[in-house]
């Protein structure tokens, strides 16, 4: 049961502010931790359900505003993406890298919180930051929903810290096989603990119940392995 989930502030090194949604659960714990990287379109309704999901499990979840340099908490609709383009084109790997240990170090203060026990999840633009994260903090285990633009981060496949799980449609005309071939070569040849999952009947964002590529077989079978893979990671 979760006892506590609000929006909270926190200051980031560059001096700008940053809104993470946070969700403690019931109990004095102490709790491991998940950080929770959104879509494109904000901490939306359906984020903040995903927050809570985990919560539920036994985690202490907290979800960041990604876009917090350019707009303040935008939830914006899934069937009109040019409405947050400026703001995804204006993150930046140096502001990325402040946020990201911005939220570590939140997590670090919380004293309910397991230290070494933090992993974090993303869907697809956080699919990205997910791989991002696991490759700037000392993560326990990663994982990246259909995480857009992962061929071109190979580079960083050589600093994973946390054993790395990623999922795919294998319908997803954004998300080709070359690409994830691409990605996925790379931290095999960077010699990284990693498990690579595609449903083959879906599409791209195929784990959002409120978008139409929807697909509640490969959502309920993700999630089941997703929660297999933090438990045996961070419990």
């Not at 879509?39 to 505003?65: M, Q, W």
């Not at 309910?112 to 869907?123: R, S, T, V």
Request: glycine share 6%.
């Amino acid at each position: 049961m979760i006892i506590n989930h609000s929006f909270n502030t926190i200051e980031i090194d560059d001096e700008t502010q940053m809104e993470l949604y946070v969700a403690f659960p019931e109990g004095h714990g102490p709790f491991p931790a998940i950080i929770l990287f959104q879509e494109a379109f904000g901490v939306t309704a359906h984020i903040r359900s995903l927050v809570e999901k985990f919560c539920n499990e036994g985690y202490v979840v907290i979800s960041p505003d990604l876009f917090h340099r350019t707009i303040h908490r935008i939830e914006a609709p899934y069937t009109d993406f040019s409405i947050v383009l400026p703001h995804f084109k204006a993150i930046t790997m140096e502001g990325l890298s402040s946020d990201l240990n911005a939220c570590y170090n939140f997590l670090q203060n919380q004293a309910i919180i397991i230290k070494d026990k933090i992993g974090c999840i993303g869907y697809c633009l956080g699919g990205r930051v997910a791989f991002i994260a696991n490759s700037i903090l000392p993560l326990k285990a990663a994982v990246s929903y259909y995480g857009g633009g992962l061929e071109l981060l190979t580079d960083k496949a050589v600093n994973l810290n946390g054993a790395h799980l990623f999922f795919w449609g294998g319908l997803d005309t954004s998300i080709t096989t070359e690409k994830v071939e691409t990605i996925i070569t790379a931290v095999k040849n960077a010699g990284k603990e990693y498990i690579n999952v595609v449903f083959s009947n879906a599409q791209h964002a195929f784990n959002n119940n409120e978008r139409p590529n929807f697909n509640q077989s490969a959502s309920k079978e993700a999630w089941a392995i997703t929660q297999s893979f933090f438990e045996n990671r961070l419990k």
